[in-house]
């Protein structure tokens, strides 16, 4: 079974701070992405990666920057928290256009 | 602009009766279509995908969705509901970015509840 892990489950940062989301595939998918997901929006692209050291904008990307520096593992960080990036962040990747998801991180900035 | 649209936010049905939740699509040229479900406190999980061929997929769980061209549509259904259905569920659509990696539009959502 394909796993997509993200490291926190629940994460509680202040205004101002920098955050980092971890997310680890053990597939050796080439694709990965970022996702936020929020009430009455569904699911918008933060960011996306299809290669190590690669990455493409999303819909939404203000205020996000993403790492990529090895396969499995695609880090996406806040470089300055606000209180409108409290959210639920789902991280995925891909084979044969399918997506896996991991479970979510849910971040409130307070 | 190429998007999904879930048009009902909620839909609420009983058990044993069939259920629809609908979804219609905007893209250009053939869509790749897929139905996701996500159940409490959990991430997303595939439960179909309809890329060529018939227009009805069959998927995970009992589900089916139905693919119409000329109404840019591909509603997900099935016979006969469970209360285990209950679930919030995303319909998206594949769209090629720059370098032609393809990338999933999600539509807003819709809770299913489903009562016994």
């Known amino acids: 079974d394909v796993k997509v892990t993200q490291s926190s489950r629940y994460l509680v940062k202040r205004t101002g701070e920098k955050v980092f989301l971890e997310c680890v595939q053990d597939?050796?998918?080439?694709?990965m992405f970022w996702y936020r997901q929020d009430p009455g929006l569904g699911l918008r692209l933060i960011y996306f990666?299809?290669?190590?050291?690669?990455?493409e904008k999303g819909d939404i990307p203000e205020g996000y920057s993403v790492s990529r520096e090895k396969k499995e593992r695609f880090s996406l960080i806040l470089e300055s928290a606000s209180t409108n990036q409290t959210s639920m962040y789902l991280c995925?990747?891909?084979?044969?256009?399918?997506?896996?998801f991991g479970s979510g991180t849910q971040l409130s900035v307070l | 602009a190429q998007s999904v649209a879930q048009p009902e936010d909620q839909v609420n049905v009983a058990e044993g009766n069939p259920l629809t939740v609908k979804c219609t699509y905007s893209?250009?040229?053939?869509?790749?279509l897929f139905w996701y479900v996500q159940y409490p406190n959990r991430g997303l999980q595939f439960l179909l995908k309809?890329?060529?061929?018939?227009?009805l997929v069959k998927g995970s769980y009992g589900f089916e969705a139905e693919f119409n061209k000329s109404q840019t549509s591909f509603h997900l259904k099935k016979p006969s509901a469970l209360v285990s259905d209950s679930a919030l569920y995303f319909c998206a659509v594949r769209v090629l970015g720059s370098g032609n990696t393809g990338k999933l539009i999600f539509g807003q959502g819709t809770t299913l509840q489903v009562k016994p």
């Open positions: 597939m050796d998918h080439e694709n």
């Open positions: 309809y890329i060529t061929g018939d227009n």
């Open positions: 995925a990747s891909s084979l044969r256009r399918e997506l896996f």
């Open positions: 893209v250009s040229g053939n869509p790749y």
């Open positions: 990666s299809y290669d190590v050291k690669m990455k």
